[in-house]
């Protein structure tokens, strides 16, 4: 059944969605009276009805009991990245069911901020948020931020587990496996994860990230690993 985040739920029960909504469920998905939607409003679901449609009316009918948010709040600190590669990250983060994305500038990063074009560019990401929430039926949008600085960024995480993808620790057997890391996370633990740019992070970044408690974390298969959480899994790239 089709999903949307509304504005508002007026206390005749009425919903008020906004004029892109409007638009989608009248010219592009073309709903008729009597047909029913979903709709999220402060994270509640509600089954509403469409009474009318010039103007567009719909009620409110019940609320529904759903749970599909991931227990676990993850955020993922995102060095921007040219081009279109922000929008299918945002995208896909939130169909994982992140809860946050913290936009940051790195050093190696080929694109650099526009102060000018910030709030285009985050109202642009919040959109593709809330198609993606709404297309993989979730009753969260995740909060994205920034664009600010990697000690800005780091400052305003307070995860209890924190990793940084990083390569740079391979050698030193000093690098979490995805499986060690699993290992050391409870249901319920708040994660952070830092991913990189197309040039990667700097030294002084990692020494950065090192210095705020985030251990290195490798995406590619573990070649030796202890199972224990609280010891680094060996890996090969």
């Known amino acids: 059944m089709q999903r949307y985040f509304v504005k508002d739920i007026r ?13 989608h469920i009248l010219r592009v ?3 008729k009276v009597s047909q029913m939607l979903e709709v999220v409003f402060e994270n509640k679901l509600f089954l509403g009805e469409i009474v009318n449609v010039n103007p567009l009316k719909v ?7 759903e749970n599909s948010e991931n227990e676990r709040e993850v955020t993922i600190l995102f060095a921007l990245a040219k081009g279109e590669k922000p929008d299918l990250v945002i995208q896909k983060c939130t169909e994982l069911g992140i809860k946050r994305i913290i936009l940051f500038a790195s ?10 074009r910030i709030e285009n560019k ?13 297309q993989c039926h979730r009753l969260v949008i995740p909060k994205i931020s920034g664009p600010m600085s990697l000690q800005e960024a780091l ?4 995860s209890k587990h924190r990793f940084v993808c990083d390569t740079t ?3 030193e057997g000093k690098i979490w496996s995805i499986k060690a890391a699993q290992a050391s996370i409870e249901n319920g633990d708040s994660i952070t994860i830092a ?40 890996v090969t790239l």
């Open 29 to 31: 998905m073309r709903f």
């Open 155 to 158: 400052s305003s995480d307070c």
């Open 11 to 23: 206390s005749n029960q009425e919903i008020e969605f906004t004029r892109e909504d409007e638009f």
């Open 59 to 65: 009620i409110v009918r019940r609320p529904l009991f």
């Open 195 to 234: 991913i990189g740019p197309e040039g990667g992070f700097s030294p002084n970044e990692i020494a950065l990230f090192h210095q705020m408690k985030f251990a290195s974390l490798s995406l590619g298969p573990p070649h030796t690993s202890s199972g224990n959480g609280g010891d680094y899994g060996r």
């Open 122 to 134: 985050l109202n642009r990401y919040m959109a593709i948020a809330k198609e993606a929430s709404e």
């Open 107 to 116: 050093e190696h990063a080929v694109v650099k901020i526009d102060v000018s």
């Open 169 to 171: 620790r391979v050698e």
